[in-house]
């Protein structure tokens, strides 16, 4: 009878060599045995979540919720979990949705805005850009964009209306 022990930490087959025991072709190959069972873990995931989750900002047409422990949002079953500063600015870009937040309130969400230091301004600037990177990664299954409003600073905009509106042609005149 074969037995399968899971533990924390994968099983290699140099370990079981130095122990002497054989090493099954299950043990192996547990990495990708996780990677199958991925899909059903998000599931249960969400189910677990489910809970713990409150109504979050209120979007039009989109389910919103949120969990401030976990730092974890779910937009339409879509799970969005980030650190502490990115779900904090997601919020807030979820909060003035359709409208433009400045660079300063933006940074504000995660960086002293009193300071007026100008390499840790830059610092920050440069931290908000990274994070807003990462958050675009992990909505890009959802309907949002972030975009970046020209000397503003960033939106939060329903990605169809992103399209509809980069390619409208002005009207002719005859």
Known sequence: MNILVCSDQPHTATDKSQEG???????TNYPSLLARTKHKAKKRAVNRLSDDLFPGPAIPGHQIRQNEKYHVILID???VRGTPDEYH???RLMERYDQPLSYRELIAQFHDASSNDLAL??????K??????ALRTKIWSSDFAIVRVVDVGYMLIDRNKLWSTAHT??????
């Not at 042609?169 to 005859?174: G, S």
């Open 128 to 133: 908000l850009t990274y994070m807003l990177s």
């Open 77 to 79: 079953q879509l799970i």
């Open 21 to 27: 025991g054989r090493v099954s072709r299950m043990e």
């Open 89 to 91: 600015l997601l919020l």
């Open 121 to 126: 301004l830059k610092a920050a600037r440069a």
């Open 169 to 174: 042609v002005p009207d002719e005149k005859p």
